[in-house]
C-alpha cells in the first residue's frame, strides 16, 4: 500500500514498465488481454514476460471471456481477472466466470450506464469491483473521470466489497478522487502513460507524491 491507498497500475505491455510500476509500490500489475485496447497484450506474449516478472499479483484484464479463456489466464500464472461486461449478461455467464476462478479472483466491471446502480444480483458474484467511467461504446480505458459520487455510494452502502475506483486518474487529480470518494483502492492506467501502453516514469512518481500527500487529509 502507499499511504493507505491500495493501487494496481494496469495496462503494462513491457517488463520496463512493470519494474516502473514496481518500483513506485503498486499492489496489483495489470495487463489488458483485450485486442482491441491500445494497451493489450496477447496471452503468449504474458507467458514470455512472466518468468521476469516482479513477485506481484498479476491482474489479467477481459471483456466478456468464455469461461476457458479465464482458465487459460489462469494457467499462465495471472492471479485476479477482471471482466468487463455489458449488464445485458445473462447471469449464468457471471456465475460461470466466478466457477472458472473463484469469486475471491474475480473482480466484475460493469457498465454502468449513469443512472444505474450494481444490480444486487451481480454483488453476489464477487467480492471485488471496479467501476470504470461509462462509455456507451467502450468497456474502459477512456481516460475521463467518472462518477465519483456514485462510487462513493456503492462504496458506503456495500462496505463489505472492496471497491476498486478507475477512470482518467491522474497525479493532478488523484487527491480530489479520494477524497471525493472515499476510495482506498485505485486503478490508473492513460493517467501515467507518454504514450498508449508506455508508461513514464515521471507521472508514476507524481502520482505516488500526491497519495503520500493526500494522506494527511484523510486521517
Not at 43 to 68: N, T, W
Not at 150 to 174: I, S
Request: aromatic share 6%; net charge positive.
Amino acid at each position: 500500500m502507499i499511504a493507505g491507498i491500495r493501487l494496481k497500475i494496469c495496462g503494462l505491455t513491457s517488463l520496463v514498465d512493470a519494474g516502473l510500476a514496481d518500483a513506485a509500490g503498486a499492489d496489483h500489475l495489470g495487463f489488458v488481454l483485450h485486442p482491441e485496447s491500445p494497451r493489450s497484450v496477447t496471452l503468449d506474449q504474458f507467458r514470455v514476460m512472466a518468468p521476469r516478472l516482479p513477485a506481484r499479483p498479476k491482474v489479467a484484464v477481459v471483456v466478456e471471456p468464455a469461461a476457458a479463456e479465464l482458465a487459460a489466464a489462469a494457467g499462465a500464472g495471472f492471479d485476479f481477472f477482471q471482466v468487463h461486461f455489458r449488464l445485458e449478461t445473462p447471469a449464468e455467464q457471471v456465475a460461470a466466470w466466478a466457477g472458472a476462478v473463484g469469486r475471491a479472483r474475480l473482480w466484475l466491471a460493469p457498465r454502468l450506464p449513469p443512472a444505474v446502480d450494481v444490480p444486487a444480483a451481480l454483488l453476489a458474484a464477487a467480492d471485488t469491483f471496479l467501476l470504470d467511467t461509462f462509455d456507451a461504446k467502450k468497456s474502459g480505458g477512456t481516460g475521463r473521470t467518472g462518477d465519483w459520487a456514485k462510487f462513493r455510494r456503492h462504496r458506503e452502502t456495500q462496505p463489505e466489497k472492496h471497491w476498486v475506483l478507475a477512470g482518467g486518474l491522474t497525479p493532478e487529480n488523484v487527491a480530489a478522487a479520494l477524497a471525493a470518494t472515499g476510495a482506498r483502492w485505485l486503478d490508473v492506467s492513460s493517467g501515467v502513460e507518454r504514450a498508449p501502453g508506455v508508461k513514464d516514469s515521471a507521472k508514476i512518481t507524481a502520482l505516488v507524491a500526491a497519495l503520500r500527500g493526500s494522506a494527511g487529509a484523510r486521517k
